[in-house]
């Protein structure tokens, strides 16, 4: 158990709604990061936060938007899917906005399928 | 820009014998982390090993060691004495470890099966 914790775990939906991807970082940690993973792109850095503020920002579409939280809880939010949208979500957290030597902790990660 | 390429199509190995998973990178970056994650089928991802760009040993953990070349700017996966649970999905990834932009770049992975 890595101490991340991502609600939902399994989420369906149909094309044109909107969903949000919630992501509980381990206890201290004040980064979170969004991950895409889908089978032709591989994991795709979305963005990142650190204590509540944008800290980078990559293939994330203008569809989706994020933010994170006084209590450092995160949210993903994605509107307006598509079938391409369709994918496994990944929350993880680091204790730092720029790590040490440690790594990224990973949590179990939110598969949307969008019908 | 970072670059993390990983070529090797299926690879399959022999309960109880090694296997090399192979990893290229590429990056202006002076200073920087190499590291490897494991995706089992249930789909989380498990850090495995880390390797600082620095660091004039390679990095061992257990039954996983990384074999660093610099020069040649590779990070290849060891992992010895195979078990069926290690059949899995394998990512090797980067990051630097200067400058404000402190995400992990990821290669396409390798899928490993293990025989019995």
């Known amino acids: 158990d890595s101490g991340v914790t991502q609600t939902p775990k399994h989420l369906i939906t149909a094309t044109g709604q909107r969903v949000t991807l919630r992501c509980s970082p381990r206890?201290?940690?004040?980064?979170v990061y969004w991950y895409q993973q889908s089978l032709d792109q591989g994991l795709q850095f979305l963005i990142q936060y650190y204590n509540g503020e944008e800290r980078a920002k990559g293939n994330i579409l203008e569809r989706f938007s994020a933010q994170q939280f006084p209590d450092l809880h995160s949210e993903l939010n994605l509107s307006s899917l598509e079938l391409g949208d369709s994918a496994l979500y990944f929350c993880a957290s680091s204790p730092t906005g720029r790590l040490g030597t440690g790594e990224l902790f990973f949590g179990e990660g939110s598969r949307l399928t969008v019908l | 820009a970072q670059k993390i390429t990983q070529t090797q199509p299926g690879m399959f190995v022999q309960e109880k014998e090694a296997v090399t998973l192979d990893c290229t990178y590429d990056t202006s970056d002076q200073s920087y982390g190499l590291f490897w994650y494991k995706q089992p089928s249930s789909g989380e991802m498990i850090f495995l090993i880390y390797q600082g760009s620095y660091d004039e040993q390679n990095a061992t953990e257990g039954r996983y060691s990384l074999n660093f070349q610099k020069a040649r700017k590779s990070a290849n996966l060891v992992i010895s004495a195979s078990q069926l649970g290690d059949s899995a999905m394998y990512f090797c990834a980067m990051r630097p470890l200067t400058g404000a932009n402190s995400k992990l770049t990821f290669g396409k992975g390798i899928t490993l099966s293990v025989r019995p």
């Open positions: 206890s201290g940690d004040l980064s």
